[in-house]
């Protein structure tokens, strides 16, 4: 069950859900007192049941139904049909709930049309209206907002930002601005911006890209935007560093905060939960039964990895082909670092413009010292490479990845540090179809052979920063042949790419490859645009 901080998040969270458009109300007269509880708490063993026996080939489909009757009403009919010699679940759950749309997965392209036509004829298809009441997951967003598509019919908090990369590039400036007043005003009622708009995600977030957006937006409507989302920045700084006052040399680690060895500050990834994925309960399961260790510490560092956004990557693993060896807790990562450094540059911006000097100076001093810290700790002077810090063990984890490019995005690397890293992407990490996220073979979607399209924007940034503009565009160029050549041979653009063969699909995860899709598609356009 959730945490008491979880629990307090629902109690706060007055704004109505839903799960798919045109789904049935509930009658008026009928009230679901336990509408705002994540599905795992809502319906209990039948959700547990649902889940184990995979009557969905994916988890997240039932998580993301939405209940034609109340809560109270559809146990009550489960607790009186479940000891029936008859009694068929997956016929249960159909006619007692509504089964989520999936965005554009239906959708027919036509390959005679440029990938830049099909994009902008995609945009339509991957919005979604504002949302009204109803008694599914979804927390309703009083603006439209762009879902990366297939089995995801919700926004999520990262994929948003690349997403609208393609949308400055469309000319859909309105869309950018909506997307921003959908986070901010989540922040304000929750008081952070969770994995995405749904109940079961209530217990983490995502990296901190939110200020990124800000400044997205600021580029197209000028400098007015800092201090219009200022009190919004400030809750998401919170959130983050929320237990900092808590650390000490005996307790050096509070929620999102660590204290490392010489007394500095930086973060990671950590989720409040202790428990199951609603939306990947049986794999979960599974996934305990191949560790020795405490199923509620396993769980953590699961829900962990899910607020990285890499989930799965041997980034995370002690040893990286085994899954059930995940630490994500004990790790200090290099591109969540890097995001909160941007984070407080954008404060000290917001509070400069302000004209409140003080604040401001605040800000950067705090900027500087994160910056000092995550150079001391995640440099590898050894490999030429930012990685990953394990502090239980005190030393750098074994995995070299593309999170290692984000002090280079944020211009936090020296010229020296940047053309080391630039020659360790040339020599060990370009590949036929663009940059592959790790180095590591082992089946998991956030490794070797796959490319992701965020990871090709903050590679192809952080060079240009540094004037490596040669290795960015081969990059480019590479990327964007791979995404035309998939387009043309199936009519899609999908979530992730094998960019090691080009003749095979990626793979691994805990669902099929999705079309769609939102990130891939903001970024493609993106950089199409600038040519």
């Not at 082909?321 to 670092?337: A, E, G, R």
Request: contains cysteine; negative net charge; charged residues 25%.
């Amino acid at each position: 069950m959730l945490n008491r901080i979880a629990s307090s998040f629902l109690i706060i969270l007055t704004v109505a859900t839903f799960s798919c458009k045109d789904a049935p109300t509930l009658p008026e007269n009928e009230i679901d007192a336990e509408k705002d509880q994540p599905p795992n708490e809502r319906f209990g063993e039948l959700f547990e049941q649902v889940q184990l026996e995979k009557v969905f080939p994916d988890g997240k489909t039932f998580v993301d139904c939405t209940p034609k009757f109340t809560t109270k009403r559809i146990m009550g009919n489960y607790e009186a049909d479940k000891g029936s010699p008859d009694f068929n679940l997956k016929e249960f759950v159909l006619a007692n709930f509504e089964t989520p749309i999936k965005y554009a997965s239906g959708f027919e392209a036509d390959t005679s049309k440029s990938v830049v036509e099909h994009i902008n004829t995609l945009w339509p298809i991957l919005t979604r209206e504002p949302d009204n009441e109803n008694a599914g997951s979804l927390i309703s967003l009083p603006n439209s907002y762009i879902v990366p598509g297939g089995r995801f019919g919700e926004i999520y908090y990262w994929d948003s930002y690349f997403t609208m990369l393609g949308l400055q590039a469309a000319g859909k400036t309105d869309m950018i601005e909506n997307m921003v007043k959908n986070f901010a005003y989540i922040i304000d009622k929750v008081g952070f911006i969770p994995n995405g708009n749904r109940t079961y995600f209530l217990t983490r977030s995502q990296p901190p890209f939110f200020a990124r957006m800000v400044q997205l937006l600021a580029e197209q409507k000028g400098d007015q935007v800092y201090i219009d989302f200022l009190p919004q920045l400030t809750k998401e700084y919170e959130y983050w560093m929320s237990g900092a006052d808590a650390i000490s040399e005996s307790q050096p680690t509070s929620k999102k905060v660590v204290r490392l060895a010489d007394g500095k500050t930086l973060n990671r990834y950590w989720d409040t939960g202790d428990f199951p994925r609603a939306e990947s309960y049986k794999e979960d399961v599974e996934t305990i039964a191949e560790s020795d260790r405490p199923a509620k510490v396993v769980y953590s560092d699961l829900r962990a990895a899910c607020e990285s956004g890499w989930d799965f990557s041997s980034r995370w693993f002690k040893d990286p082909q085994q899954l059930s060896t995940i630490h994500t807790t004990d790790i200090i990562p290099v591109d969540l670092n890097a995001l909160m450094y941007n984070l407080e540059m954008v404060l000290a911006k917001a509070h400069e413009l302000k004209k409140d000097e003080t604040t401001a100076n605040s800000f950067k001093e705090i900027a500087a010292v994160r910056k000092a810290t995550l150079l001391k700790y995640c440099w590898s002077e050894e490999l030429g490479y930012f990685m990953d810090y394990d502090f239980k063990a005190q030393q750098h984890t074994e995995i070299p990845s593309l999170a290692g490019m984000y002090p280079l995005t944020f211009k936090m690397a020296t010229p020296e540090q940047a053309a080391k890293s630039a020659k360790v992407i040339n020599d060990k990490f370009l590949k036929t179809g663009g940059v592959v996220s790790t180095l590591t073979d082992n089946g998991q979607q956030w490794d070797y052979p796959n490319g992701w399209a965020p990871l090709q924007w903050m590679t192809i940034e952080g060079l240009r920063n540094y004037k490596s503009d040669d290795l960015a565009n081969t990059i480019k160029e590479r990327w964007v042949r791979l995404n035309n050549r998939v387009y043309k041979k199936t009519g899609k653009l999908v979530e992730k790419y094998n960019v090691v063969d080009m003749t095979l699909e990626a793979g691994g995860g805990e669902y099929p490859v999705q079309d769609g899709f939102g990130w891939t598609n903001g970024v493609l356009l993106k950089l199409i645009s600038e040519e």
